[in-house]
T-cell receptor, first 115, second 109 residues
């Protein structure tokens, strides 16, 4: 068991709505990354948070935003949902970003369906 | 730009046969390469990384910088190896993993 937990596991939203996904990182991990995995694709990097600040961002529009809290847990918020946002959203935690020795641990993901 | 290519979407072998899952990458600097595995109904988990040069569950992978490849190999496949395999790259001090699209390995009895 890796210790990264995500909620909710499944949810259905309507186009135009907003969604918040939550992640608790593995104990002691101060870095959280979010990935989007569409059906049949590999995970795609959305952004990373380190010490409560965004540390890097992938090619996603500003309606994808996030937060990291002092306990290192994190939220992913998506506004104005589109049908193409339907995907598995993965949270991953690790120690200091960029360290070659770090192992990145993934949660089980939140399945989002936009109708 | 970072890119990872896994040319085979599906790979099917018989138990006891050798297996090789191909991965090619594109990156201008010195990359870190990883193989992640996802068994049915389980989370994505690290299988091995090139800097460790280790063998996990009988799998090995060698980074070939000349061919920009990091193929995953196992001499004798087992049924429990059936899973989705993703090759991933992290470039230098870059913070993100870039994944390939994955190869679904099926080991038949």
């Amino acid at each position: 068991e890796t210790g990264v937990t995500q909620s909710p596991t499944h949810l259905i939203k309507t186009r135009g709505q907003q969604v918040t996904l939550r992640c608790s990182s593995q104990s002691g991990h101060n870095t959280v990354s979010w990935y989007q995995q569409a059906l049949g694709q590999g995970p795609q990097f959305i952004f990373q948070y380190y010490r409560e600040e965004e540390n890097g961002r992938g090619n996603f529009p500003p309606r994808f935003s996030g937060l990291q809290f002092p306990n290192y847990s994190s939220e992913l918020n998506v506004n104005a949902l589109e049908l193409d946002d339907s995907a598995l959203y993965l949270c991953a935690s690790s120690l200091v970003p960029g360290n070659p020795g770090n192992t990145i641990y993934f949660g089980e993901g939140s399945w989002l369906t936009v109708v | 730009a970072q890119r990872v290519t896994q040319p085979e979407k599906l790979l099917s072998v018989f138990k006891g046969a050798p297996v090789e899952l191909k991965c090619n990458y594109s990156y201008s600097g010195s990359p870190e390469l990883f193989w992640y595995v996802q068994y049915s109904r389980q989370r994505l988990q690290l299988l091995l990384r090139h800097i460790s040069r280790e063998s996990i569950k009988g799998f090995t992978a060698d980074l070939n910088k000349g061919e920009t490849s990091f193929h995953l190999k196992k001499p004798f496949a087992q049924e429990e190896d059936s899973a989705m395999y993703y090759c991933a790259l992290k470039g230098g001090s870059n913070y993100k993993l870039t994944f390939g699209k994955g190869t679904l390995l099926t080991v038949n009895p």
